[in-house]
């Protein structure tokens, strides 16, 4: 199994951007997705995550509003959009597969990593 994230880099305060992450070797249509992001000298933190049927989501308070996990499951792709951007926002952004339907909501509920992409909000 493999997770390739992609997006992300320098953005503007309050300014968008969309990551992807492509997953092979598995069909997501049977796991909760999700995406982490990890501040310097930090654990990761969950930022958003969605159940295998789609019908639920979670978002991180800080996030909420601001940041929309959706999936593509004819593509096997994940995505986060993000709007709004906050300098408090700068981190590295992971994507995850679940190890079930449900939400994720701690690193224990993840099965697969994608590699973390940057992003950065600045002027």
């Known amino acids: 199994v493999q997770l390739q994230a992609s997006g992300g880099g320098l953005v503007q305060p309050g300014g968008a951007t969309r990551l992807s992450c492509e997953a092979s070797?598995?069909?997501?249509?049977?796991?909760?997705i999700g995406w982490f992001r990890q501040f310097p000298g930090q654990e990761r933190e969950v930022v958003s995550s969605?159940?295998?049927?789609?019908?639920?989501?979670y978002y991180e308070n800080s996030v909420r509003g601001r940041f929309t996990v959706s999936r593509d499951n004819s593509k096997n792709m994940i995505y986060l959009q993000m709007v709004n951007l906050k300098p408090e926002d700068t981190a590295v952004y992971s994507c995850?597969?679940?190890?079930?339907?449900?939400?994720?909501?701690?690193?224990?509920?993840?099965?697969?990593w994608g590699q973390g992409t940057l992003v950065t909000v600045s002027s």
């Open positions: 995850a597969v679940g190890k079930r339907t449900i939400l994720i909501e701690r690193s224990g509920d993840v099965d697969y």
């Open positions: 070797g598995i069909d997501l249509v049977y796991f909760a």
């Open positions: 969605m159940s295998a049927s789609g019908l639920s989501t």
